[in-house]
């Protein structure tokens, strides 16, 4: 979620609007620290601090705050289990603060470094009144309770998408509301439709090979497109860069002439094995674009976390729908 943008939104409508956050986490929880929820005056909100009694007392307590008007903050701690009655067993500390039109600087300085993508870092401290100040920074704050440091923003995973047929399309609104920047290529111009999400870049795709040169060492390839010879030579050019994921839409027998003619232009056994062809989880098998794009959705989640995992352990991510997975149906 754009915390900042979506609080610049709130208050620029209503006048007024609340951020709860989760700042301090001990024990099982069920949000992470820096997860927010921002709040309207009539008691619609946006984000999630976890659900259940925890999330509706904030929420309470939010829109008291803003039928008081522009004030302090608040800090607000919960014993999960003895104050709330969830079974999640730990502890948070939540802190609630309203903005008025008086703020729309500082909110509109926090939404623009989050506009630019990735994440960022805000040193926060009380001021004498009670009210939290940020300011974007890389330095390092002690880490007491009157000043501390915030995480904002998402970094996103690039996805390089060949393909703005009908499952590209479905894929692209899969991947939406997801942590995936999208690069969505199609040599047909008329391919693409009049509405893309934000997450998604429309590109005429001119040069498959300069594209995967070009693409980050860490983005996800998903080739679909609606040539078989462009198929290939886009899939074997990313299989030889050994990009954590790549992606080919095709039954078990596509695969099978693919990996043929790839050992033929001297792709190695390694490299035909990070090739997840059929793509999507095993056990789904419904060939609606629909269903194949969630069915997918779930496997680039699954290798993103996976592949984030990789950079703590310093060991190899199994990604489902390699060769080692049984042939699946998802035909093209």
């Keep these: 979620m754009n915390t900042w943008r979506r609080l610049v939104d709130f208050v620029s409508v209503h006048g007024t609007a609340a951020l709860v956050s989760v700042h301090e986490v001990k024990g099982s929880a069920p949000r992470e620290t820096d997860a927010h929820m921002v709040v309207r005056p009539d008691g619609g909100f946006s984000g999630t601090i976890g659900g259940g009694h925890l999330e509706m007392k904030m929420l309470a307590v939010a829109q008291e705050m803003l039928g008081e008007g522009r004030g302090p903050a608040r800090v607000l701690d919960q014993a999960l289990g003895p104050d709330l009655g969830q079974c999640c067993g730990g502890r948070v500390k939540i802190l609630v603060e309203t903005f008025d039109r008086r703020d729309m600087a500082d909110l509109e300085a926090l939404a623009q470094a989050e506009t630019a993508g990735g994440l960022f870092t805000t040193e926060c401290r009380f001021d004498e009144a009670g009210r939290v100040r940020r300011e974007v920074s890389s330095a390092v704050g002690d880490d007491s309770w009157t000043r501390w440091r915030e995480t904002h923003g998402e970094e996103r995973t690039p996805v390089l ?69 462009l198929d290939m030579a886009i899939t074997a050019a990313a299989l030889s860069r050994g990009f954590p994921y790549v992606g080919l839409i095709g039954s078990a027998t596509k695969r099978a002439r693919f990996e043929k003619r790839f050992r033929e232009l001297g792709l190695g056994e390694e490299r035909l094995h990070d090739l997840v062809c059929p793509i999507g989880l095993p056990g789904i098998t419904g060939k609606d674009p629909a269903v194949i794009a969630a069915s997918v959705t779930a496997q680039l989640l699954q290798a993103r976390e996976r592949v984030a995992g990789t950079v703590v352990s310093g060991t190899s991510p199994v990604i489902p729908g390699r060769a080692e997975r049984e042939p699946g149906t998802h035909n093209h």
Aim: glycine share 4%; proline share 13%; aromatic share 8%.
């Design 161 to 229: 998408l060949f393909g703005a047929g009908h499952v590209g399309r479905a894929l692209v609104l899969a991947l939406a509301p997801l942590p995936f920047a999208v690069r969505w290529l199609d040599p047909r111009q008329d391919a693409f439709p009049a509405h893309i999400p934000a997450h998604a870049v429309p590109v005429l795709l001119k040069d498959p090979q300069a594209e995967i040169a070009a693409a980050p060492a860490n983005a996800f390839i998903l080739v679909m497109t609606h040539d078989h010879p």
